[in-house]
C-alpha cells in the first residue's frame, strides 16, 4: 500500500502509535513505544508489527540500534493530515460527476467545524490566485 491509502486504512492502534511518536522528539524503540501505550498492556509483537505496517506505509522512518530498529515519524502531523485531505479531496472530485457538490460538501464541513474557517478559505482561495499556483 502506498500514501495515497493510509488514510483509508490507519487503524486505531496504528493511529495511536503515530499520535505517541508525534508528541515525542526523536525516535522511539518498540519497548519505549509499548510503554506509552495503555500503560505497556499490548504484546510487544503487536506494537512491532504496527511499526512495521506503518514503516512501509511510509509513515515511519526508521535506523537500526543493534539488534532493534528505532521509529520516528517520516512528517509532521500537520503534513499528514494535509496529504490525507489532499489525496481524499482529490480522488473524490476526480470520480464526481459534479465536482461542485464535493466541493460545496467541503466547505459545508469546514464552516460546521467552525464559522471562521470560511474566512481561513477565502484568505486560502485569495493566496493562491494571487502565487499563480
Not at 532493534?68 to 512528517?75: D, E, G, S, T
Amino acid at each position: 500500500r502506498t500514501f495515497d491509502h493510509a488514510g483509508k486504512f490507519l487503524g486505531s492502534l496504528e493511529g495511536r502509535i503515530m499520535d505517541v511518536l508525534w508528541e515525542r522528539v526523536g525516535a522511539m524503540a518498540v519497548r519505549d513505544v509499548c510503554a506509552q501505550l495503555d500503560g505497556g498492556a499490548l504484546a510487544y509483537t503487536t506494537v512491532m508489527t504496527t511499526l512495521d505496517r506503518l514503516f512501509k506505509k511510509g509513515l515511519l522512518k526508521r535506523e537500526k540500534d543493534g539488534t532493534a530498529f528505532l521509529y520516528q515519524p517520516a512528517m509532521n502531523r500537520d503534513d499528514y493530515q494535509r496529504r490525507i485531505v489532499k489525496s481524499t479531496v482529490a480522488g473524490l472530485i476526480g470520480r464526481s460527476t459534479n465536482p461542485a457538490s464535493v466541493l460545496a460538501a467541503f466547505v459545508d464541513s469546514a464552516a460546521e467545524v467552525d464559522q471562521a474557517n470560511l474566512k481561513r478559505l477565502e484568505k486560502l482561495i485569495a493566496e493562491r490566485r494571487r502565487s499563480g499556483r
